[in-house]
Each structure stands twice: as structure tokens, then as C-alpha cells.
């Protein structure tokens, strides 16, 4: 499958390489087509890791993941434009951390909406799904980094769309994804950062995650 990852950071750079080794073909977008650490990525990782604008990895991937930062992420698609990502699957891992008082960060947006949803609104003809947002990139890719059962949640509006991202949540090692309903859930999982931020200080270690107990 043609995979685009939009962001050169540590959370796109573990996803991308993820993929890579999962047999699938990854293009990592940036602002620039020569992006010294999208071309190094590239570079480490093979025939099946390519790089590119943000525009070029969009058309390349029938699936985009969306792990800029928060803050940016609008922009970035902005710069993509609406025919592009029409018609694809854009799984939002992003979250609004506003950083601009220091640590730890608020959320520039939350209660009432969410950056999923702003995504979605913005974007009425690509199908958004936010899932991953809720922990460390490193566990994002291999659950079994933290030991016994946790969960990954998933929120959006299509049913097919969120199906083929659980599909590959469960290629990553994810066994029952909690899909949570549609894209206003993703206030929630948002909502959960800065929770997970300060748990983050506490352990000194971003191997951890949530786990939901059931009665089963």
C-alpha cells in the first residue's frame, strides 16, 4: 500500500519506519522537497522509502498520516488544498498542544471541539480518523512495550474509512481497537494530553498507556 506521513519529527519518523517494515511503501512529506531529515529517513530505510513536499506525499498515499505538530497541522493541509485529500483516508495523530506558556502545555482547543473535527470541517471530503493520539510514538507502533492489555481508541465519521485503519492498527500489534463513535469523540482522547503529560512526569518514562477494565 502507497502511505503518505506528513511530519519529520520523532512521532513521523517511528510511524514511517513502522510501515516500511510492514511491507508497505511510505513517502514522509515536509515543506521542502530536500528535507535533510525526510531525505536521511529515506535514505536509512530503502527502496520503499521515498520523500517529498507535503503536496507530492499527498498524492502519492491513498492514506495520510497526519503527525505534525498540532499547531501547524491546519496549515500544513491548508498548503495540500482540498482536491488533493479529497477522497483519502487522513489518520490524525495530532494534538493542539499549545506550548506558548511553557510546560506543561494547554490545549488550544477542547470541551466543544477538537483538531479532528477541525480537520473534518475543513476537509468535508476526506475521510478523518484519529486514533494514536493518546501515547508515546514508540508505543504506538509495538503495544508490547507496555505489558498486559491497553488500549488504542478510534474516532470518525466513516465506517469503511475507520475499518481500514483498524486493519492497520492490528498489522502494529493493536488486538481490539475501541472504536469510539464518530469524530466529535475525538474531544475526548485529545482531552486526555494533558493527563498523560503530567503522568509522563510522574513514571519518568512515556512507556505507559491507558487501559479501559472491563467485566468480560
Not at 96 to 104: H, I
Not at 179 to 193: H, K, N, S, V, Y
Request: charged share 20%; aromatic share 8%.
Amino acid at each position: 500500500m502507497n502511505i503518505s506521513v506528513f511530519g519529520t519529527g520523532i512521532v513521523g519518523k517511528t510511524i514511517a519506519s513502522k510501515l516500511i517494515t510492514l511491507g508497505h511503501t511510505v513517502m514522509m512529506g515536509s515543506r521542502t522537497s530536500e528535507n535533510q531529515e525526510a531525505v536521511k529517513w529515506a535514505n536509512e530505510n530503502g527502496g520503499n522509502a521515498k520523500h517529498g513536499t507535503f503536496t507530492v506525499a499527498a498524492e502519492f498515499g491513498g492514506i495520510v498520516f497526519n503527525c505534525t505538530k498540532g499547531e501547524f497541522s491546519l496549515a500544513v493541509l491548508k498548503s495540500v488544498g482540498e482536491k488533493i485529500l479529497s477522497g483519502k483516508i487522513l489518520i490524525d495523530v495530532a494534538n493542539p498542544l499549545d506550548f506558548s506558556k511553557g510546560m506543561p502545555p494547554t490545549l488550544s482547543v477542547c470541551n466543544d471541539n477538537s483538531l479532528g473535527e477541525q480537520i473534518q470541517k475543513a476537509y468535508p471530503g476526506t475521510f478523518v480518523v484519529k486514533t494514536l493520539n493518546t501515547m508515546n510514538c514508540g508505543v504506538m507502533v509495538d503495544p508490547s512495550k507496555v505489558k498486559g492489555k491497553h488500549d488504542v481508541f478510534v474516532s470518525g465519521n466513516e465506517v469503511e474509512a475507520k475499518t481500514k485503519v483498524i486493519g492497520l492498527l492490528q498489522s502494529f500489534g493493536w488486538v481490539s481497537p475501541i472504536d469510539l463513535g464518530d469524530i466529535t469523540t475525538a474531544r475526548g482522547t485529545e482531552m486526555i494530553l494533558p493527563l498523560w503529560i503530567r503522568l509522563w512526569g510522574v513514571l519518568k518514562t512515556g512507556d505507559f498507556n491507558f487501559s479501559i477494565a472491563r467485566n468480560d
